[in-house]
């Protein structure tokens, strides 16, 4: 597996207002992810994040809403732009180390209250 | 697309056996993969099936039937920490898709 941090832990932001999530990776990973999920439901993905490419967003999700930056292969950023009460969530980065399985693994997410 | 359902919530006793079960559908399937969720935390990594049959890593088995499109965990010797969500992905076409997850309530 990896260690993988996230900040900011959480975050209490005010309408129309954006906020940058940092996912930090203790080893060069080739795939990582981002990830909603919203109070009692289960995992969203929002988009691939590409290292020196735009990411590859998921249906219902675009760019101008979720910028997405991957400097290199330890590091990325979602950014949560123009925020509204519905983007209240906890918002996950995810690796996929291989070694046969492609497992993703899970930072401790972000979560997100917007009044 | 990927469908995958899941009951959503069983409650059983300490040092019990549990078995919760996955159903889906999906096409280029390429693996299935439980998680851990507790109240508050990221999923955490639990099994991984990919071939038919029965996987066992310590308290926790899992079985992949691929042409009934099944899984199952089985959760042995229920302790209090096991109370959590459990969540089931797919992935098919590369992409992983995962299941709302059945909360398991452990009581004393």
New interface residues.
Partial sequence: SAVISQKPSRDICQRGTSLTIQCQVDSQVTMMFWYRQQPGQSLTLIATANQGSEATYESGFVIDKFPISRPNLTFSTLTVSNMSPEDSSIYLCSVEIGMGSDTQYFGPGTRLTVL | GQNIDQPTEMTATEGAIVQINCTYQTSGFN?L?WYQQHA??????LS?N?LDGLEEKGRFSSFLSRSKGYSYLLLKELQMKDSASY?C?V?GNN???????NQVVVIP
């Fill in positions: 693996g993969f508050g935390e990221a999923p955490t990594f991984y990919v969540l992905a992935r992409r992983l898709a995962f299941g709302k997850g």
